[in-house]
């Protein structure tokens, strides 16, 4: 216990003994002091006799130990039915807006948790009914009105003013308003019953100013500027000048307008092929000027242009398309079979170049021409040459016809004039003596001689007288002029073979049979030597092919039916030649007998195929024998190959196959330099031209290049000597360009035009020399020199205008977008250099847009500013999704997605339920974060520590939540210490806890009627049930035992007037007598007194600290005994009080303090005087008391004299925290047992 006291000037007394006092114990703190403090008990004073010196510290004994006898009845105890309701509600009195309908009909130990009303918000209080029908507990008496949820606050817009407040409660308001610098009305937001917000903020309108619309002067910057606040205003585009700050004041901007002067335009008018745009140099912002067409060109488009604002022509859709020329062979002149006028058409463009060649079959010297297309041209269809002659007045060329070469006539027996005809000419072709026919060809075009060819047949040789004569045989018949045969004697022994020709006599021109053999034939005889032949055996065609003379080279016609014995001459077929002379068989029984004469086919020289692209396999190919005619190389065949076969008179016969001219292949290899546009669709055999291309001219000396086409598909020839020819427009003429790098420039090369320096910048371009002798190519996009923008300009916080601005002329840099600071004027230098000061600018920062968060929402969104990011989240012990928040533009918060900010929904976590054996309270159901609960012991149960243990969910650091506080809480029976009245033995009942039963008889100086009863111990510690039936006997006897303790505690008054401590060490004495050896359980509880008799305190003198107070504790315990009974039964109550020892009593009192729940508090016991004991009677008859002796197996140890109190004065001074610090004793004071000291203390 502790206790706060005021410190005055008191008087103590101290008597001391001779019997040493142990070191006490320090008690526990945070006890608190009872509200009635009995007086102490007065010490007389005695005299100083500690004179002048310092006395040391006094070793404090205890008191004696006296015997007091108590004539008083025992305090009246409730009956087993007797249940205490706590009906005084006093104590709730003071609590505003609590509930505390919970504590209605509570009985003594249970208790009840008093909460806010409903609207109400703030802590749960526990109270417990006490014995005194009381409440006893605390409550922190913070209930308040309900909050509104801050999340139902509504969103506040940008211009509205917010005063500083806490969330208001049910039934509060506040007015919100908007900003001196915006317009709107004022509104309330009310705070309703149901915790939801009501009412709208302000609408709230930046006042600005109006901007006037004045040529020259750009008032954009100006436009939406806010009252107070300032702008530039520049020039309008196309005008130059130094921007002036205008400021807006009440309504209207006010400030000088810059001067401004218009700018002249440097690009932009009409360029390109034949467009003249010289009359629009020099050009300011609103000029104009117009663009024309150069010779041989004609005029689309709008030809006006205008400059601009940007210093740009623009208006002008000019476009200069080239003219075309007619067709030349209009021209009569050129009209000519012989001459193809070529690409020489309608629809030529200018400037294009076209050759007249002589026609197909045709050769001769071609002309070259140009196509001018102007107007004075016209008559000759646009075309001029070289000389710019007109196509009418120059010389055609002159073609003649080319020979034939193909198709000229190889025939057996013909002759021809038809060697070197050119085309158009005709042939004839003639029999030679010994053949008949003639017929007429005629060169074409195409170099072939066409036309019917004649039949020759030739002519029939006769037989001779020689060959007529009987016994001569031959193959002589009806030969024509050039084929052999053969004459043979049919009889004797020597055939005389003999060969003859079919030849034409050189002398007469007639055809005959020539002998080539110097044989006799008239000399053959004419018959048989050997008689008559059988005419059965005849050799036939089997027989000649048995004789393997049927193939196509034997003529063998000769021994066809011969018969047996005759004989015949075989020899070759015409076509074919002999080797040595014919051979002769003999017909022998239907067989020929003989040798084959050796014959080859005679190769074909006559009517071999031959056509234009015909190429053929029949060189070498002999009689009967075939060969095909196809398609060379360069020619396609049309059909398919045809087959020809050598005839026997030495011809071939066929037909030659369809063979078309292929066409020759593009030179790919012709630089651009060359114009072969000729020599397209050119065949095998043709030739074309090859002219310089346009943009080239030719030397003199080699204006053409003659290509032949070749059967490989490829041209063979030479090229002209072309050179390029410098351009002369398509220059473009603006004032800021330099074209100086274009003079001389020819087809295909090109120049660079760059920006005029240092008037003008811009990227150099390159513009290229085209065929048609003008440039082609994008003009630079230049523009006055413009300084560089330095990199620090290009910093994000700012804006400027600068880029592209010119020498002498300043630009604008402010603040970018969601950045504030004031703009500065830059001036471009004449080093070409931007100068002037960096504005200084910061980020705005978000300053709505967050709604009203409540206390489960965390946020870092303070000073974000323009761009960053910020996060609402739920405090630790909610959850809740995360809402990401961004910085957006206007100073307005944003979502990530870019819509309104929402304050997450945070729900609060629930704590598990936590609850222990025998506990109850608040605890036991889900607890959200933030809030607490209460946890006590069940009725009928105690804790050796605190009664009632406040828990909080609160959230670990993971997140998690769980309920924490002191919840080492252990609940055990509490014993029952209210024992029935004193005529019942309730000896059984001592040591029973809640819901234990004991038996129950009567006292000894009572009579049993009856059966002993049970009782049970109930939560209110007190035994309930029915009690047995007893009557006090008439000649009973009163028997008590005295005594006193010196206990050591904290606050002696606090001790003293607690009665549930008191009862604590009167159940500790109760306990530690009936469990001795002598006890037995003799002593009766409700039998039992104590009361505090006096007290001292302690001092440690060396440091003045105050130590415990020292209270001896008197109690009485007495018992009943009937006559005869009354000696032993007070001997035993004596020996068990007396075999109480310190450490016991010790153990016991802290034993069933640690039952109250106090476990803090320590009770020492310094020391236990011998008790005293004495008996009266309790009879109608008087009695008197009488001594017992002492028991003999327990002898009681003699009380002690009380020493006579020697007053000796001393004097000590105390410091203000009451320790002291000097005491000052009388000289030569001896202090023994029975001096005390009378100290008087100054504070």
Known sequence: MTTTTTMTTTTTTFTATTTPVSTPTPAPTNVPTPPHMPTPVPTPSIPDQCGDEICSPIPLPSSTTTTTTRKSAPAPQPTPSQVVVCRDQSVFSQLQNVDTSDCKGKRQGETCSPVCMTGFTGSQGIFTCTSDGRFAGSHPNDCQRAKCSATTFPSMGRGVTVPDFDDLRIGENITLSCDPAYQSNSSTIFCRADLQYEGRPPMCTAKTCATPNIAMYDYTRCSGVEWGKSCPVLCQPGYTGKFEKFTCENGNLKGTPPNCTARPCFRGAPFGPGIDSSTCAGLAFKETCDSRCDRGFEAKGEDTSTCTATGVFTGASLTCTPRTCGNLEALPKWNVSSIDTGRCFAGLIRGRKCVAKCTRGFRGTPKVLTCDAATNTLSAEGYVDSNGSLATAVDIPVCTGKECKYGIPRIRGAQSDCSGKTTGESCTITAKPGYTGSGTLTCNANGVLQGTRPTITPATCSLTSELSQKGVGSTCSSKSTGTFCWAWCDYGSDPKITKFECAVNAATNNTELKKLTTNDLSACPTSSSGGRRLQSSTCGTSAITAA??????????????????????VGCADGYTITGT???????????????????????????????????????????????????????????????TCGKDGSFSGTNPTCEASQCRKISSLSSSFDDSGCTNVTTGGTCYITCAAGYE???????????????????????????????????????????????????????????????????????????????????????????????????????????????????VTCADNYEGDPESWECKSNVMLSGATPTCKKIACDYGIPRLSTQVNSNCTNVVFGASCSLSCASGYTGAVGEVVCGSNKQFQSSSGTAVLAPVCTAKSCAPFSTNNTSGTCQSGIGFGQSCLMNCKPGYQSPGDPTVTMKCEANADGSVELKGNNNIACSPIPCNIFPESKYDSTHCIGKSYSETCTV????????????????????????????????????????????????????????????LLNAVKMALVISANSGSQGAGIVDYNLVTVECASNRRLHDFSTGRRLQEIVKLAYTMKTFAATGQENSQGSMLLSAVSSITQQSLTANVNAEVQKLGMPNLSIGVSSIAAPTSR??????????????????????????????PVQVPVTARADDNGAISKISCPKATLLTAGVALVMQITM
């Open 548 to 569: 393997g003379l049927s193939a196509a080279k034997y003529s063998a016609s000769a021994c066809l039916n011969k018969v047996n014995g005759e004989r015949c001459v």
């Open 582 to 644: 014919a051979s002769l068989y003999t017909c022998q029984s239907g067989s020929l007998t003989g040798t084959a004469p050796t014959c080859a086919a005679i190769a074909c020289t006559y009517n071999v195929p031959n056509g234009l692209g015909v190429s053929h396999d029949c060189n070498g190919v002999g009689t009967d024998s075939s060969c095909t005619a196809t398609c060379g190389e360069g020619y396609e065949n049309k059909g398919s190959n045809q087959t020809w």
């Open 698 to 812: 030719a030397s003199a000396s080699a204006a053409l290049g003659t290509q032949t086409c070749l059967s490989s598909g490829n041209f063979n020839g030479s090229l002209p000597t072309c050179v390029p020819k410098a351009c002369t427009g398509g220059l473009p003429t603006a004032i800021s360009l330099n074209t100086s790098g274009c003079t001389g420039t020819a087809t295909g090369e090109s120049c660079d035009v760059s920006c005029k320096a240092p008037t003008y910048s811009g990227i150099p371009s390159t513009l290229t020399c085209q065929a048609s002798g003008y440039f082609s190519g994008q003009a630079p996009m230049c523009t006055p020199a413009k300084c560089t923008v330095p990199a620090s300009l290009s910093d994000i916080s700012l804006k400027h205008n600068c880029d592209g601005t010119g020498v002498g002329s300043t630009c604008l």
């Open 1001 to 1060: 008889s009567c006292s000894a100086a009572y009579t049993l009627t009856g059966d002993p009863t049970s009782l049970m111990c109930d939560a209110n510690q007190m035994f309930v049930g029915r009690t047995p039936n007893c009557t006090i006997k008439t000649d009973s006897y009163e028997i008590e035992v005295s005594g006193t303790v010196d206990l050591t505690v904290d606050n002696k008054a606090a001790f003293c007037t607690d009665p549930t």
């Open 1175 to 1204: 008996a009266k009677g309790v009879s109608a008859k008087d009695f008197v008391a009488t001594p017992f002796p002492t028991p003999s197996p327990t002898p009681l140890p003699s009380p002690s004299p009380a020493p006579v």
